[in-house]
């Protein structure tokens, strides 16, 4: 399932209360996605990983009751007691099979020990497959039954939009949309310390925000996604400099139009950040204008950008003329 999908997905069974299990390879943002739905709809989010955790922990420590004359457990502090929100077990399947068996009964009856979930709590979980080659124990059939499973894919449109919307280095988005396999390589049949993600690339969008000297990127960006790839970006990222004065084409629209295909997509994802931060009817006509005498891929994916992050095309002046040339490419 695409994130776009998850998210709902998961939006849905929450509020249901159905226990979910999110499965998928490290660093495509699961975790992030969960976390997304909880500041969204302003739900608490507690994460847990029960990976750090003894078969104790959760159900707490005993103590001696004397008006009861029985022992008790003393639930822990870290789970939640009131309110609404997401009890995240990140990582449940890193965690050895005794400590997952103590999670059985808080899944399933929302209790353990003397410890209720509160009604407006929602359990969901994450982790990587079996064969990611991660630190993961096979989840006993039991703890499994208790979840709706869901798996995750890598989506690159879904991804550009949300590196829009969190203000990755338009360098970034730029070089990915130019090469979109290179958004993700991991490959559990190699032993690489470095490999292209999601969240690696987040963390080279960071480096190129640093101010580091140039010298050091090569090394640097390498170790978040491999060196081949890391001279395969920086190469890419040099071709910002040929690109047209993309404020001027969005006061004007009028500007020269570049032939090189790597150029081309750096002035694609140009034009659509410059217009999200200063958007206007002005400004969006002359954009349109302009990405009439664009290669036509490249004019249907600066408007499909811009109508994914919510701009409507409809009333602009100039979008009847854009859609008569471009419109056999919509179908």
Do not use: C
């Not at 309110?83 to 005794?98: C, M, R, T, V």
């Not at 993961?136 to 550009?160: G, I, K, Q, T």
């Not at 004007?252 to 002035?267: F, I, K, R, T």
């Amino acid at each position: 399932m695409r994130a776009n999908e998850i998210n709902s997905s998961v939006t849905a069974m929450i509020k249901a209360q159905i226990p979910t299990f999110v499965w998928g390879p490290p660093g495509i943002g699961k975790s992030s996605i969960v976390k997304q739905i909880a500041e969204t709809n302003g739900y608490e989010f507690i994460d847990l990983r029960l990976s750090l955790m003894d078969p104790t922990d959760l159900k707490g420590i005993p103590f001696y009751d004397k008006d009861e004359h029985q022992a008790l457990w003393a639930p822990p502090s870290f789970l939640p007691r009131s309110g609404e929100g997401i009890l995240f077990l990140d990582e449940l399947n890193s965690a050895p099979p005794a400590v997952q068996a103590s999670a059985y009964q808080l899944i399933l009856d929302r209790k353990v020990g003397e410890y209720t979930l509160p009604e407006g709590w929602a359990i969901v979980a994450a982790g990587n497959r079996e064969g990611d080659r991660g630190v993961v124990y096979r989840m006993p059939s039991p703890l499994a039954n208790r979840f709706v499973h869901l798996e995750m894919d890598v989506s690159v449109e879904d991804w550009r939009d949300w590196a829009y919307e969190s203000g990755v280095d338009e360098r970034v988005i730029a070089y990915i949309g130019y090469k979109s396999d290179d958004l993700f390589s991991f490959d559990p049949t190699k032993n690489e310390k470095s490999f292209a993600t999601p969240r690696s690339w987040e963390f080279v969008s960071s480096v190129l925000r640093s101010g580091m000297d140039e010298k050091l990127l090569l090394e640097t960006i390498g170790g978040a996604i491999g060196k081949e790839r890391a001279v395969r970006f920086l190469s890419f990222a040099k071709v910002m400099h040929k690109l047209p004065n993309i404020e001027a084409i969005l006061e004007s629209g009028q500007g020269s139009y570049p032939e090189e295909v790597d150029v081309l997509h750096a002035l694609a994802t140009g034009l659509v950040m410059a217009v999200r931060q200063n958007p206007s009817a002005e400004r969006m006509d002359n954009l349109l204008n302009y990405t009439l005498e664009l290669q036509s891929e490249f004019s249907v994916m600066v408007v499909q950008d811009l109508q994914r992050a919510g701009f409507t095309m409809e009333e602009q002046k100039a979008f009847d003329k854009w859609v008569g040339k471009f419109a056999y490419l919509l179908a």
